[in-house]
């Protein structure tokens, strides 16, 4: 019997001993833990999906058991996962599998040459590129012609989408959609030459555009999910971990099933806060009742959770700096019905001179109901005043910030002049004691990469090389990843749990292939993430890391 217990209690020891080992370990690396004293540690250690250690290499050496994987980062940096704050991720999941990309193209030849390899992998199919591009990336300065996309893709019907202002069609597209010069969905307009001729290409809004986008064929269920599995893979190799999605123009209840399915699967790769956008216009509130039952605040998991409504939350009030007496009313009625039950909302806001009004009617809110623990915010708002921006604060609400000048900032800066020197004024917001996330608006107004987005943040440079902002808005280099990391965290109540490499937080981090901390800022946009890892599961590693996964 002694032995028989004896024997017990050392299986139970040595159960117990192998349980405290790690399941992975880091060693040999610059770790940018973005804790509050700005540690700089070698190593780190991962078990059960969370960091028990962070410091030296010799540290690690008591976690190290049996079945612990060893990745040796030979000096490369790592940062904690980045979060994007506002991306319209579940949208691009959707066609990504079916879309061409231009984002990084540096010519319209490079642009073409993507288009035809589209065309030879799939013959007669459509050819969509559904935005995240500008005219000035590419050498020549200008858009491509319809000649030329005809001659790249003479026998696909293509779209080619810039931003939500225009969009070029070939013929064989109008015709597939019932389109002419003379028979055009409600809001499009022919652009035509100074002949009198069409040139292909056709001007919108962000809602004629969409609603002419509703028109393409969708891809079926299976292409969503692998477009959506694709889209979220190349999100890690960009050392993205997690995401706060603010819904979007034409997503609905049911485009959330691809996403439902990896999540079932458990093969999600990125974390993802999702909200909920209201799709009719006029019958929000009902929308919004009928939906929020099934979805309480935070339902779901670690990997996807409900993260309230927005970004837009009446369409009368959507890009409206002039909003009439019953437009809000009709908007109060719902934001003070989404504070009673508890909601985050967050919203599309752009311009200064009318956020007052929207910041009136949030402050008749709490004056009934605290709106601070909930942790409203304002998208966008790039020229925000620091008036505004102290507004903000007393009320508890944060700012998501984005790229949107880098793609766009030349047209800014022709309209706004020297006032674009302090847009986005991230620096004020941050001495105002704001909460700031960083993010990128993407994908079809802007690039989903976050070291672009970063590199814009540091040196204030657009796509077409002018500087805008000046240095008294720009910050420095650990400010702008912590906007990145755990400045996005705080807007979906995730700033204790990840975000920062620490004990005890989600092990949620990327190996980087340069030193964002100390390399040129021009080279930070051509980062990648050669490792990473999200909750202590391998996501995406690079061939020097393939036998890490």
């Known amino acids: 019997m002694r032995k028989l217990l004896a024997i017990l209690v050392i299986s139970c020891w040595a159960t117990s001993a192998y349980a405290q080992k790690a399941d992975l370990i ?11 004293a700005s540690t700089i540690a070698q190593a780190i250690a991962v078990r059960e999906g ?26 490369r940096t790592i940062i904690p996962g980045l979060i994007d704050s506002h991306i319209h991720a579940v949208r691009a999941g959707l066609t990504y599998a079916t879309e061409v990309n231009w984002i990084g193209a540096k010519t319209i030849g490079e642009a073409m040459e993507r288009l035809r390899q589209a065309a030879k992998a799939r013959p007669a199919s459509w050819i969509i590129v559904a935005g995240g591009w500008s005219e000035l990336q590419f050498a020549e300065k200008r858009r491509p012609t319809l000649a030329e996309v005809m001659s ?45 001729e069409t040139t292909g290409w056709f001007n919108g809004s962000i809602v004629s555009i969409s609603a002419l986008f509703d028109r393409l064929p969708r891809p079926n269920f ?84 409900f993260n309230g409504i927005g970004e837009r939350i009446t369409g009368a009030m959507y890009n409206n700096n002039a909003p009439d007496a019953a437009t809000k009313d009709k908007f109060l009625e719902i934001v003070r019905w989404a504070a009673k039950q508890g909601l985050t909302v967050t919203i599309h806001w752009q311009e200064d001179k009318s956020v007052h009004q929207l910041l009136d009617l ?16 304002i998208a966008h708002l790039d020229n925000a005043t620091p008036e505004t921006l102290g507004r903000m604060k007393g009320l508890g609400i944060g700012w998501t910030m984005q790229d949107a000048m880098y793609l766009g900032g030349d047209r800014i800066v022709a309209q706004a002049g020297e006032t674009a020197r302090s847009m986005p004024p991230i ?16 994908h079809r107004v802007a690039s989903y990469n976050p070291f672009v987005a970063l590199q814009w943040m540091l040196d204030g440079k657009t796509v077409g090389g002018l500087s805008t902002r000046g240095p008294d808005e720009t910050p420095s280099r650990e400010d702008a990843l912590r906007l990145y990391t755990v400045g996005s965290a705080w807007f979906c109540f995730d700033e204790t749990r990840r975000g920062t490499l620490e ?20 080279q930070i946009g051509a980062t990648a993430s050669l490792l990473t890892v999200v909750g202590g599961k391998v996501v995406y590693a690079a061939d020097a890391f393939s036998n890490a996964r």
């Open 152 to 196: 790249a893709v003479p026998d696909n019907p293509a779209y080619i989408q810039l931003f939500y202002s225009a969009v070029l069609m070939t013929p064989k597209a109008q015709q597939a959609l019932g389109i002419s010069a003379d028979q055009l969905p409600a809001g499009i307009t022919t652009e035509r030459a100074a002949s009198g």
């Open 427 to 442: 620096v004020t917001a941050l001495r105002k004691g704001v909460h700031v996330g960083a993010g990128t608006d993407a």
């Open 26 to 36: 880091v060693t040999n690396a610059k770790i940018v833990t973005l804790d509050p």
């Open 362 to 377: 949030y402050e008749e809110v709490n004056r009934e109901t605290p709106i601070a623990p909930l942790r409203w915010s």
């Open 503 to 522: 004990n005890g937080k989600l092990a949620d981090f990327a190996i980087l292939d340069r030193d964002f901390m100390s390399v040129p800022v021009e």
């Open 222 to 305: 299976e292409e969503n999910v692998a477009g959506t599995r694709q889209f979220f893979t190349e999100l890690n190799r960009l050392g993205i971990t997690g995401i706060v999605d603010p819904g979007g123009f034409s997503i609905y209840p049911g485009h959330y099933a691809a996403l439902q399915r990896l999540w079932r699967e458990k093969s999600l790769s990125v974390r993802v806060a999702f909200s909920l956008f209201a799709q009719n216009v006029g019958a929000e509130f009902e929308e919004y009742k009928a939906l929020t039952p099934f979805l309480p605040m935070a339902f779901g998991d670690d990997m996807l959770r």
């Open 50 to 75: 969370k960091i028990v250690a962070v410091g030296g290499n010799d540290a690690m050496e008591g976690l190290i058991g049996p079945a612990t994987r060893r990745v040796d980062a030979g000096g």
